[in-house]
């Protein structure tokens, strides 16, 4: 297992992987919201937004790591502040809505937060199932509810809303109940809002497999002892073994599709899905 971490470490924020796309709409007067901002995907939303020169207000209940996410894209020249935000209060998000107001126009919002759980169905507690439903499809839903009249106000309408899914969301893997639902449900939420948007407020999925992110690393033992596996063989049968391209995608890779699906790229991406997954659902 020592190998396999050491391979598999976190990558540090590079700038000239970050992709960087001219478009109007990406300026410090507009905000983007992006959640789970403390770590992993999160964070290397927030930076890559900020380099791309819009204000990013990041939320996560990781003080500590949200200040530090904030360092970076600072460091890095972006616009980045923090709002300690717990998503399963529903107070606490209203008032990272309204913070993030007073920066400028939102125009985006990236729901990224998530949490791991490995359990049976018959075995999984409640409480982490309803934990995990409030914080990774409520929230979602909520926050979009709160930002969405803000991009409706602003001068042309027009605004984003892009959700982390994965290949959860598109197949079911054992063990893993809850965390797939909620991101069924996420492509479920995405093309409602797509649906009453009239094409000006669009929303998307990002789906990616296995990610160089504490929540992908840190559930290895689980997936070791309930599978009977040893770790090296959760990396290599699991995680990658139906991807054709035998390697975990980095943060800012990850990062650079909401970028996209921001953009002007993203133009016609009215309710879909991106799905960089090294052929995981498509191939086998």
Known sequence: MKNTKTDLREPLFRRREI????????NSRNVA????AASGIGRAVVVALALNGITVAGADIDE???????????????QAVFVRTDLAQ??????????????????FLANIAGTQH???????????????????????????????????????????????CSVHGHIA??????Y??????????????????????????????YVKTPLALDQIPDQARQRGITPEEVVSDVMLGRCQV??????????NLFTIGFSNLGKYLVGGDLLFDGGMVKTY
């Open 246 to 255: 035998k390697e975990m995608m980095s943060p800012v890779e990850v990062a």
């Open 173 to 178: 893997t054992k063990n893993k109940p809850a």
């Open 64 to 78: 500590e790591g949200g200040k530090k996410t904030v360092e970076i894209a600072r460091g890095l020249r972006g």
């Open 118 to 164: 490995i359990d049976s169905v018959e075995d999984f507690p409640m409480s982490t199932y309803d934990l995990m439903q409030r914080v990774m499809l409520r929230a979602p839903f909520y926050l979009s509810k709160l930002c969405i009249p803000h991009m409706r106000r602003s001068e042309d309408g027009v605004g984003v809303v892009g959700n982390m």
């Open 19 to 26: 992709l960087r796309v001219a478009d109007r709409y990406f």
């Open 180 to 209: 797939n639902i909620t991101k069924f449900g996420l492509r479920g939420l995405t093309q409602s809002i797509a649906a009453e948007g009239k094409g000006k407020i669009r929303s998307f999925t990002v789906s990616v497999g």
């Open 33 to 36: 919201l992006v959640t789970g």
């Open 90 to 107: 529903d107070g606490q998000i209203e008032n990272f809505v309204e913070e993030a107001s007073s920066y400028g126009t939102i125009r």
